[in-house]
């Protein structure tokens, strides 16, 4: 069993860019796609970053998803940031040698 | 349009059991993978269970395997989540969530919640 750790909290202005950490605890980062979810207060989450770097359609081109096997890690960029786009934001993985899923903790986004 | 409606949830005292269900629509259900997905108030998402679109691979949580049991009905259009020997612990927010696939993927939609209350 692995597990994913992200910040608890980030914060920048409107317009700038942010990125948010997932760290893989064991096992390669690789071995199993990551998605992230954006949840805004009181709303159901959404998906903004699917397989890694793929942005479902309706999701702007600002959302950006990577991946980087020296540091065993997915990140979620954010760039031109807006106040809407204030909200927690968790990746998801699975473990590959069974059917379970894994989400990180969550990062509260907030644009100051 | 993808619509996930949950249902089931309440007030329950530690020990007892509830089943919660999901009623899909707008896509066909037996071509996709389903989830729950549960959320303390103020906390993070964690992935309860899963099964795969012909229910040949289920998952659960080490948190509530031997407790619950998922199940779905393709011909109605329903999927289930049996929750038994209920704790404090399991009282949140529970989720629908739509598979991206019929094995796997990602959760491509989500209903707006049951929510489950254990409290003697």
């Known amino acids: 069993n692995f597990l994913l750790a992200q910040p608890h909290s980030v914060s920048e202005s409107p317009g700038k860019t942010v990125t948010i950490s997932c760290t893989r605890s064991?096992?390669?980062?690789?071995?199993?796609?990551v998605q992230w979810y954006q949840q805004r207060p009181g709303s159901s989450p959404t998906i903004v970053i699917y397989?890694?770097?793929?942005?479902p359609s309706g999701v702007p081109d600002r959302f950006s998803g990577s991946i980087d096997s020296s540091s065993n890690s997915a990140s979620l960029t954010i760039s031109g940031l807006r106040t809407d786009d204030e909200a927690d934001y968790y990746c998801?993985?699975?473990?590959?040698?069974?059917?379970?899923?894994?989400f990180g903790g969550g990062t509260k986004l907030t644009v100051l | 349009e993808v619509q996930l409606v949950e249902s089931g949830g309440g007030l329950v005292q530690p020990g007892r059991s509830l089943r919660l269900s999901c009623a899909a629509s707008?896509?066909?259900?037996?071509?996709?993978?389903m989830h729950w997905v549960r959320q303390v108030p103020g906390k993070g998402l964690e992935w309860v269970s899963g099964?795969?679109?012909?229910?040949?691979?289920?998952g659960y949580a080490d948190s509530v395997k031997g407790r619950f049991t998922i199940s779905r009905d393709n011909a109605k259009n329903l999927l289930y989540l049996q929750l038994n020997s209920l704790r404090v612990e399991d009282m949140a927010l529970y989720y629908c969530?739509?598979?991206?696939?019929?094995?796997?993927?990602?959760?491509?939609?989500w209903g707006q919640g049951t929510q489950v209350t254990v409290s003697s």
């Open positions: 969530a739509k598979g991206s696939h019929d094995y796997g993927g990602h959760f491509d939609s």
């Open positions: 707008g896509f066909t259900f037996d071509n996709y993978a």
């Open positions: 099964i795969s679109w012909n229910s040949g691979s289920i």
């Open positions: 064991s096992g390669s980062i690789a071995s199993s796609y």
């Open positions: 397989d890694d770097n793929q942005r």
């Open positions: 998801q993985s699975f473990d590959d040698t069974s059917y379970r899923r894994v």
